[in-house]
């Protein structure tokens, strides 16, 4: 099946959308400097979720 340039460039655009709606992501840098709490609450709003995956 060959990929419609339509459907490309939807497929492109969903994706673009996904990465901006995303809490931004803290580094192991950022933890140095935040309370216990401060980290579990990150944690919970998803601002660790590459580090925690090993992505960053």
Do not use: K
């Not at 969903?14 to 980290?39: K, V």
């Amino acid at each position: 099946m060959t990929d419609d340039p339509m459907r490309a460039m939807i497929r492109d655009e969903i994706l673009r959308a996904m990465r901006e709606t995303q809490p931004a992501q803290y580094t192991r840098a950022d933890l140095a400097h935040m309370s216990p709490e401060q980290i579990a609450q990150a944690r919970r709003a998803g601002h660790l979720d590459d580090l925690l995956s090993g992505r960053n």
